[in-house]
């Protein structure tokens, strides 16, 4: 099982970043796919979920209106659209399959 995240980066704030996570190992389209963040200090928190068929879709209130997460189960692929960045969505960005499965996680620093 291998979940490997990519996108992440240094962007001022009010940029955008598209993270990716590609998944093999496993029957992809058959979990819900998660975003998980950590930032120093803090516990791991859920950022957003979307269930096996991409229909039903959940957000972190501090993270509403300005994060989109979108799955392409031909690709075993789930992304995650991060507009509107701020200084406190610096942390490292956890891809998560079914609560359960975990990749590597990617760093996303914003600063001016």
């Known amino acids: 099982v291998q979940l490997v995240e990519s996108g992440g980066g240094l962007v001022q704030p009010g940029g955008s970043l598209r993270l990716s996570c590609a998944v093999s190992?496993?029957?992809?389209?058959?979990?819900?796919m998660s975003w998980y963040r950590q930032a120093p200090g803090k516990e791991r928190e859920l950022v957003a979920v979307?269930?096996?068929?991409?229909?039903?879709?959940n957000y972190a209130d501090s993270v509403k209106g300005r994060f989109t997460i979108s799955r392409d189960n031909a690709k075993s692929t789930v992304y995650l659209q991060m507009n509107s960045l701020k200084p406190e969505d610096t942390a490292v960005y956890y891809c998560?399959?079914?609560?359960?499965?975990w990749g590597q996680g990617t760093q996303v620093t914003v600063s001016s």
């Open positions: 998560n399959a079914g609560y359960y499965y």
């Open positions: 190992g496993f029957t992809f389209s058959s979990y819900d």
């Open positions: 979307i269930s096996t068929g991409g229909g039903r879709t």
